[in-house]
């Protein structure tokens, strides 16, 4: 019993020694595509799995180093289609906007059209010698 002891107990620490290295080595991140394992710049242990399916690009910026890994293990079109993705996103709300507004402003114009142009609205005929 001993023996398994002395053998067993050694083997688990080199085991998990070498699972701390390898994560503290690595970064594991989940995409919409997948798992994808890069290496890290620097041996830690912060972010060494990231979920990132549902990040912005503020939030790739906040996470320099892993964002600096992606664009140089290859992951760099990933990030370009985030961000495109969030520009066309952008772009179809100012629209929208755009399209409330226009709608707005024809309202008003044709109520101020239509105030200045009723007949209660018109000034009075004041003709000469007469008080109105």
Do not use: C
Request: positive net charge.
């Amino acid at each position: 019993m001993k023996k398994v002891f002395f053998v067993f107990i050694p083997l688990v620490v080199i085991v998990l020694g070498f699972a701390f290295y390898w994560a503290s080595r690595h970064y594991m991140i989940q995409t919409d595509e997948g798992l994808a394992v890069l290496n890290k710049r620097f041996i830690s242990l912060n972010a060494t799995y990231v979920d990132v399916r549902t990040w912005s690009t503020a939030d790739f910026d906040a996470h320099a180093e892993l964002k600096r890994a992606m664009i140089e293990q290859g992951y760099r079109d990933m990030l370009m289609k985030l961000k495109e993705k969030e520009l066309k996103a952008s772009l179809s709300t100012m629209v929208d906007k755009a399209a409330i507004t226009l709608e707005k402003f024809k309202e008003s114009a044709a109520d101020w059209v239509n105030k200045f142009s009723s007949p209660e609205a018109a000034p009075a005929q004041v003709t000469p010698g007469k008080a109105p």
